[in-house]
C-alpha cells in the first residue's frame, strides 16, 4: 500500500543533495521511516550541549535559526531554510551540538533517523562524500559556493579550507606495532598487551597479517569462558585483517571504522593483507588526529575545570602550531587561529579563578592583555604580560576592591603559569599593585606617560600601548582608549620620543650587506630576530597608527593593512612591511620551537642561502618605513 506521506518527502528530497544522488526508490525506503516536524515560531529544536538526537533534520518550510550564546547574548549565526540540513555531527563527532537551533518562523521538517541513513552513506560514495566534507569544512552544503550556510561555530573564523585540508590530510599511525605469531597463547598475548599498554596485537605469518587481537575479544571470548588464556592466538584472533596504506586520510579511515564497526586497521606496505605489516591505526589515533582542529580545542577550553585541563588543550594547541608551520599556512592566519585560542584560555582562567574566589566581583573590571599577547602575536609560550582595571569606587570601599582583584589576578597569573605561560620577570601582571588599578588611576598612568615621555615612559609606552580587551567590561577599556586619544592631539613632544625610539634600531645589515650579529655575551655570533628584525616593524606600525587615531589593531600586521588603506600613497611600503612582519615572525616560531626557546636569537650557519636571502630581503622595508617616521615627525635632527 502506498504510502502518500513518504511520496510527498522523497518528491521533495529527490531535489536536495545528498538525496539527489538516490535513486527514487530508495529514497521512498528512506522516506518511510522518516518523521514530520512542525515547529512554531520559536520553538527550540535542540539547544546547545544538548545530547545528540536519533534524526538528522531537513528544512521543508519555513527557517531555522542556529545561534550560540556569547557574553550572555545570542548571536545568530546562520538561517536554514528549504532543503538545508540540520543536526548532521551526530554523523561523524559523537558529542552534543554546539549550538542552538531554534524556529524564526512556523517551520515544517523531515526528520530522517541516523542509524537507518548510514547504510545509504556508506553504500553511496557521492552521499558519503557530500557528507564527509560538509562536516570537514563546517558547512551544511560544501557545493554551493554562495550560501554554504554553518553548521557550528566555536565563535572564531578561519579558513574553511584549512579545517577541509586537515581532515582530509594522511592520518598518522603507530608505526613497529607489536606483534605476535599465531601459535602464542591467550595468556602470553595479553601480558605483551598489558606490559606495552596497548589495546590490540597484530598477529603475524612471515610479516604478513593474518589476524588481530584486541581487549573486546579478550572480554568477549576469555573472560565469559569461551576460551581458555591457555588457548592459542589462531582460536580467537579475527581474521581476515582490514588493511590500509600508509597515506588514508583521517576521513577515509574514520569512514571504514564506522562502515565495518571495527577500531583498528592493519598498515601495510600497499594496503593489502599481502604486504608487509608497517603500523596500526586505531580509534584513538582518529580521535588525536582531530583533537588539534581549533574548534575542538575552543569548545575543550570553555569546558576545562582546571589549570590541567588547561595545560593539556595548550599542549595540543602547540602541536596545532607546528602542524600548520609544516604545511607552509600563513603565519598571520595561524596567529588569528592561536590568538582566539590563548583569548579564550585566559577567559576561562579568569572564570576558575573568580568561582575559587567565592565571591563575585565587588565592582566592574577588565582585563586586558599587553605587549605580545596585547598584538595577538604570541605563537610561543613566553612570559605573561597583562593588566586589571576596575571601575571607581569610593575611597571607603577602594582597599578592599582592590585587595579582591589583585588576589583574583593572583589566581588568574598562578593558573596560567600552570599552564605554561611564565609569569614575568619584571612583574607586568595583574597580580602587581601597580598594574591592578581603578580606571581613573589609570588614565592618571597614560597621561603621566604621554607627557612625561622619559626613557622609562617611552618603555612602558611599548608596552601598554599594545592592549587587548579580554574579560569583563569593555567600556572601561574603551574609557581609556578615549583618554590616550585626546592626549596624543597634537602631542608633538610625545611624538618625537616614540619616533625617535622608533627609530633606534635601524636595519641589521651592515656597509657590506653582512648581518649585524651580537659581539659578546650569552648569543655571542648569534642574530636578534626579534630585537634587530621584528621590533623596528613592530614599532614602526604602533607609532604610526597612534598618529593616525587608527584604534582596534593592535596586530601588527593588521596595523600595516589599516595604514595601507589609509594612505595609498604609501601602501606599496606598508605592505612590505606587513609581509616582512610575516617572514621574520615565521623564522623566530621556527626558531623557537627548534631550539625551545623565545626564538629570538638565530645561528647563521644553520640557516640555507636560500633563508639568509629571505632574511634579507625581510629588512628592506624596515629602512623605508623609518624613512616615513623621519620626514613624518621632522626626526632627521632629533636623532
Same mark, same amino acid.
Given at each position: 500500500m502506498k504510502n502518500p506521506i513518504a511520496e510527498r518527502i522523497a518528491d521533495f528530497l529527490k531535489n536536495h543533495p545528498p538525496f539527489m544522488s538516490l535513486g527514487l526508490e530508495e529514497l521512498i525506503i528512506i522516506s518511510n521511516h522518516s518523521q514530520v516536524v512542525y515547529l512554531e515560531k520559536n520553538q527550540v529544536l535542540f539547544k546547545f550541549d544538548d545530547q545528540p538526537h536519533s534524526f538528522f533534520y531537513v528544512v521543508k518550510d519555513g527557517a531555522v535559526g542556529l545561534s550560540i550564546t556569547a557574553d550572555e547574548k545570542e548571536l545568530l549565526i546562520d538561517e536554514c531554510d528549504e532543503g538545508d540540513i540540520i543536526g548532521i555531527r551526530p554523523f561523524f563527532a559523537k558529542d552534543n551540538y554546539l549550538m542552538n537551533a531554534v524556529a524564526q518562523e512556523e517551520s515544517l521538517l523531515y526528520a530522517i533517523p541516523i542509524d537507518f541513513f548510514e547504510k545509504y552513506v556508506f553504500a553511496n560514495a557521492a552521499v558519503s562524500k557530500f557528507l564527509l566534507e560538509s562536516f570537514a569544512s563546517n558547512t551544511r552544503n560544501p557545493y554551493d559556493d554562495e550560501h554554504k550556510g554553518k553548521l557550528a561555530t566555536e565563535n572564531i573564523r578561519y579558513h574553511n579550507d584549512e579545517n577541509v585540508f586537515q581532515y582530509f590530510k594522511p592520518i598518522k599511525h603507530t608505526e613497529n606495532p607489536i606483534t605476535a605469531t599465531k601459535n602464542a597463547t591467550v595468556k602470553e598475548i595479553a601480558e605483551v598487551m598489558v606490559k606495552y599498554k596497548i589495546g590490540s596485537i597484530i598477529i603475524e605469518e612471515n610479516q604478513l597479517p593474518i589476524g588481530i587481537i584486541t581487549d573486546k575479544d579478550l572480554r568477549y571470548k576469555i573472560a565469559t569462558g569461551i576460551f581458555s588464556i591457555d588457548d592459542t592466538?589462531?582460536?580467537?584472533?579475527? =581474521?581476515?585483517?582490514? =588493511?590500509?596504506?600508509?597515506?588514508?586520510?583521517?576521513?577515509?579511515?574514520?569512514?571504514?571504522?564506522?562502515?565495518?564497526?571495527?577500531?583498528?586497521?592493519?598498515?601495510?606496505?600497499?594496503?593489502?593483507?599481502?604486504?608487509?605489516?608497517?603500523?596500526?591505526? %586505531? /580509534?584513538?589515533?582518529?580521535? =588525536? %588526529?582531530?583533537?588539534?582542529?581549533?574548534?575542538?580545542?575552543?569548545?575543550?577550553?570553555?569546558?576545562?575545570? $582546571?589549570? &590541567?585541563?588547561?595545560?593539556?588543550?595548550? *599542549? $595540543? #594547541?602547540?602541536?596545532?602550531?607546528?602542524?600548520?608551520? $609544516?604545511?607552509?599556512?600563513?603565519?598571520?592566519?595561524?596567529?588569528?587561529?592561536?590568538? &582566539?585560542?590563548?583569548?579564550?584560555? =585566559?577567559?576561562?582562567?579568569?572564570? #576558575?579563578?573568580?568561582? *575559587?574566589?567565592?565571591?563575585?566581583?565587588?565592582?566592574?573590571?577588565?582585563?586586558?592583555?599587553?605587549? %605580545?599577547?596585547?598584538?595577538?602575536?604570541?605563537?610561543?609560550?613566553?612570559?605573561?604580560?597583562?593588566?586589571?582595571?576596575?571601575?571607581?569606587?569610593?575611597?571607603?570601599?577602594?582597599?578592599?576592591?582592590?585587595?579582591?582583584?589583585?588576589? #583574583?589576578?593572583? !589566581?588568574?597569573?598562578?593558573?596560567?603559569?600552570?599552564?605554561? !605561560? &611564565?609569569?614575568?620577570?619584571? /612583574?607586568?601582571?595583574?597580580?602587581?599593585?601597580?598594574?591592578? *588599578?581603578?580606571?581613573?588611576?589609570?588614565?592618571?598612568?597614560?597621561?603621566?606617560?604621554?607627557?612625561?615621555?622619559?626613557? &622609562?615612559?617611552?618603555?612602558?609606552?611599548?608596552?601598554?600601548?599594545?592592549?587587548?580587551?579580554? !574579560?569583563?567590561? *569593555?567600556?572601561?577599556?574603551d574609557d581609556i582608549t578615549t583618554t590616550i586619544l585626546k592626549n596624543i592631539e597634537n602631542n608633538q613632544v610625545f611624538f618625537a620620543y616614540l619616533g625617535a625610539d622608533a627609530l633606534k634600531n635601524l636595519p641589521p645589515l651592515g656597509f657590506f650587506k653582512n648581518f649585524i650579529i651580537e659581539k659578546d655575551g650569552e648569543h655571542k655570533d648569534n642574530f636578534d630576530v626579534k630585537g634587530r628584525g621584528l621590533m623596528p616593524l613592530i614599532d614602526a606600525a604602533r607609532l604610526l597608527c597612534l598618529s593616525n587615531k587608527i584604534t582596534g589593531a593592535n596586530n601588527t600586521i593588521l596595523r600595516y593593512k589599516e595604514l595601507s588603506a589609509l594612505e595609498p600613497q604609501n601602501a606599496a611600503i606598508y605592505d612590505a612591511c606587513a609581509e616582512a612582519f610575516s617572514i621574520l615572525q615565521k623564522f623566530r616560531t621556527k626558531e623557537g620551537f627548534a631550539s625551545n626557546s623565545g626564538g629570538s636569537y638565530l645561528d647563521l650557519s644553520k640557516l640555507s642561502k636560500l633563508d639568509k636571502l629571505k632574511l634579507k630581503n625581510a629588512f628592506n622595508p624596515i629602512n623605508d618605513v623609518q624613512e616615513i617616521i623621519r620626514t613624518r615627525f621632522q626626526l632627521t635632527y632629533f636623532t
Open positions: 592466538a589462531n582460536c580467537i584472533m579475527s =581474521t581476515p585483517v582490514i =588493511t590500509v596504506g600508509a597515506n588514508n586520510s583521517v576521513a577515509e579511515v574514520q569512514l571504514q571504522m564506522m562502515q565495518l564497526g571495527i577500531g583498528h586497521l592493519c598498515v601495510t606496505s600497499d594496503g593489502t593483507p599481502q604486504s608487509k605489516i608497517i603500523g596500526i591505526i %586505531s /580509534e584513538h589515533d582518529v580521535f =588525536t %588526529s582531530q583533537a588539534n582542529n581549533p574548534g575542538v580545542l575552543l569548545k575543550q577550553t570553555k569546558r576545562a575545570k $582546571n589549570a &590541567e585541563e588547561l595545560k593539556s588543550i595548550r *599542549k $595540543n #594547541l602547540t602541536q596545532l602550531i607546528q602542524n600548520a608551520l $609544516n604545511e607552509n599556512i600563513p603565519i598571520a592566519h595561524i596567529s588569528k587561529i592561536v590568538a &582566539e585560542i590563548n583569548t579564550v584560555i =585566559t577567559k576561562r582562567a579568569i572564570d #576558575l579563578a573568580i568561582i *575559587k574566589m567565592d565571591q563575585k566581583p565587588p565592582a566592574d573590571f577588565a582585563w586586558i592583555n599587553i605587549g %605580545s599577547q596585547g598584538r595577538k602575536e604570541q605563537l610561543l609560550m613566553t612570559d605573561q604580560d597583562n593588566a586589571l582595571l576596575f571601575a571607581d569606587v569610593s575611597p571607603d570601599n577602594y582597599d578592599g576592591v582592590k585587595n579582591y582583584f589583585l588576589q #583574583l589576578a593572583f !589566581y588568574v597569573t598562578e593558573m596560567l603559569n600552570t599552564v605554561g !605561560y &611564565e609569569l614575568c620577570p619584571a /612583574e607586568m601582571m595583574a597580580c602587581n599593585t601597580l598594574w591592578c *588599578k581603578s580606571v581613573t588611576e589609570w588614565k592618571r598612568q597614560y597621561v603621566s606617560w604621554i607627557n612625561n615621555p622619559g626613557v &622609562e615612559g617611552i618603555l612602558m609606552c611599548s608596552i601598554f600601548f599594545d592592549y587587548d580587551f579580554v !574579560y569583563g567590561t *569593555k567600556e572601561l577599556v
